[in-house]
């Protein structure tokens, strides 16, 4: 049995609880929260026996095999660096954290100490991503020439420490875009990334972050991924992480999910619209996952290589919008 313990006790620490409830080869055995009012019916809802307020304070008077870190962005790293230096296995939100030097601090943490780091870039684990990631794999696209994404939020954004520059770092392209930025890297089978451009500005609040971005990766080996990122936008082409990849041969798209070549459309059979485009379901193969790396002692992925090259590019994102210029990447 895998004991892990958990950051946070809001929305996302509540997905990640229900997934772990469903495994019968793990189980949750505490929380770290600052505030125990918070907590408390977090512990109610899960049977979580113990409350922390510090991570320091959970690795020195518990025993846990692994931690997901579901905190505020600016916590991260401090909280997975502890961790991994105790020999605990982190499964961390996205963003990894407030930027690649952050998020290289911890990959270098679970070299030291062997505990294995993974990022939670759950489009990985979806069905409709993983047929069209095949369907690249196959060679059925042919060369790939491009790619159209979105991490979009269509008339709604998040409040709170989301808007909050000190604690998220960045806005919708730090929230929002990095889902999209690793679903079309997945996609393209990950590419590590030359050089970025990117127009982001805050439009449609009066929030300290940005709520609209439009970005634009050149990838090794020649292709080029355009991707948009926001909150509250009037309209959004597809929804979160919905991809469009162009090849030589054939286009394909995820939500609708489908591939047009010669032979004409070929429709794998999902249905459109999902009555939840981020289920349950998607979360609990993420973490079933990430135990079965656990178990085996095999690096994930994503793993703290992927979340800190992604991390990268909102790097470059938000510099070539300060700067104007293209950011190149060594």
């Known amino acids: 049995m895998i004991k892990f313990a958990i950051t946070g006790a809001g929305f996302i620490s509540k997905v990640h609880a229900k997934a772990l409830q469903v495994l019968p080869n793990a189980e949750l055995v505490s929380v770290v929260e600052r505030f125990y009012k918070t907590a408390q019916p977090f512990m109610a809802q899960f049977g979580v026996k113990n409350h922390y307020k510090t991570v320091n304070e959970l690795l020195e008077n518990d025993s846990i095999d692994a931690l997901i870190i579901a905190t505020p962005n600016s916590l991260h790293a401090p909280q997975a660096v502890a961790a991994l230096d105790a020999g605990v296995h982190v499964l961390v939100e996205k963003p ?79 929230d929002m875009g990095v889902h999209a930025i690793d679903t079309a890297r997945f996609l393209l089978g990950d590419p590590m990334p030359e050089s970025v451009y990117a127009r982001i500005g805050t439009y449609y609040k009066d929030i300290a972050v940005d709520d609209t971005g439009i970005i634009l990766i050149n990838w090794r080996g020649g292709v080029q991924s355009y991707i948009e990122a926001g909150w509250w936008q009037p309209h959004a082409d597809g929804p979160e992480a919905a991809t469009q990849v162009y090849g030589s041969q054939a286009f394909g798209q995820l939500f609708p999910s489908y591939l047009i070549d010669q032979s004409g459309k070929q429709d794998p059979g999902f249905t459109y619209p999902r009555k939840e485009h981020a289920p349950q379901s998607l979360y609990d193969q993420q973490l079933s996952y990430f135990i079965q790396c656990i178990g085996h002692h095999t690096p994930p992925s994503p793993g703290g290589i992927e979340g800190w090259i992604n991390m990268r590019i909102v790097d470059a994102a938000y510099k070539s919008s300060k700067t104007g210029k293209v950011i190149y990447l060594d």
């Open 96 to 174: 990894m954290a407030m930027n690649a030097r952050e998020a290289h601090l911890m990959v270098e943490a679970s070299q030291r100490s062997g505990a294995l780091l993974m990022v939670a870039h759950c489009w990985r684990f979806d069905p409709e991503v993983l047929w069209l990631r095949k369907q690249v794999d196959v060679g059925r696209f042919g060369k790939l020439i491009r790619t159209k994404g979105y991490g979009v939020h269509v008339n709604w954004g998040p409040s709170g420490w989301f808007t909050q520059k000190k604690w998220a770092g960045g806005g919708a392209m730090a």
